[in-house]
């Protein structure tokens, strides 16, 4: 003990001796943080590279994709592989809905909303509402236009369901599914094209169509006038989400590919809203010759076929 306490009197003489010897000296004590300089600090925290980060899905864009990535690492004959798709909260759903329908000019609705945790649940739930949505509001627009006629009996057509049902869900997914293909493709033609998975392009055209769900609410309205400006209204919307999406995408291909993409992507769109509001609120009803069924007491029955 004498001798380590001797040690340790020396080196306290040897550091005393040296700061006497020179009083300008830095010391650095184990207890102070050590300061950040701050022409570094600031180039740490450039004004306005933190959002071309999110947008270009640079740095922690990257991390958070990486992140996402290693998420799904369960075989896909797994339960665990598909709950991944669900696990959102309702605030994440209900963000995403807000950025479908109040779309922001030059944001990427990929990047913004789905990179970080591409859902199914989003997209199953927005179908399932618009088919019913369409089906309920198909039949009351129907009844609300004969309502009154004395020869209209109102019968409830519930094969609109699974036509409104076929109609949607082939085309949330079988047009996303051939888009995926069709950048995968170009993707091995032009090297610095942005690509989507499968299921970023299947979340964003489910959350493209809940603006339609209001307006077919709204379909009910008995004026054509009205339905037609509500069409192009909610086309607007949604198209403006796809374009926003998917332009960046094919935007370095060729100009001619690139613009007849897009061009299809809204084509398709459109022939889906105008599609639905033909055929289930403005369809023609055909007033053919009432039948007539004889009944068993002698009296006559009329029915009315449409």
Known sequence: IACLAMYLFAEFDDAANLLAANPDATTISIDEPVEIPKNQHSRLQEPGREEDDELLG????????????QKKSAPF??????????????????????????????KNFVRLYIRSNPDLYGPFWICATLVFTIAVSGNLSNF??????????????????????????AYAWLVPLALWGFLMWRNSKVMNIVSYSFLEIVCVYGYSLFVYIPTAILWIIPQKVVRWVLVVFSLCLSGSVLVMTFWPAVRDDNRRIAVATVATILLLHALLAVGCLAYFFDAPELDLPAPIIPAHNGTTVITKSH
């Open 58 to 69: 640079t740095d922690d864009s990257d991390k958070t994709e990486l992140l996402a990535g």
């Open 77 to 106: 004959w797994t339960f665990e592989y598909y709950q991944t798709f669900f696990d959102v909260d309702t605030y994440q759903v209900l963000d995403r809905i807000k950025g479908s329908v109040f779309p922001v000019p030059g």
């Open 144 to 169: 609300f236009i004969h309502l009154g006629k004395p020869t209209y009996h109102y019968v409830p057509e519930f094969r609109k369901v699974s036509i409104a049902a076929t109609t949607i869900y």
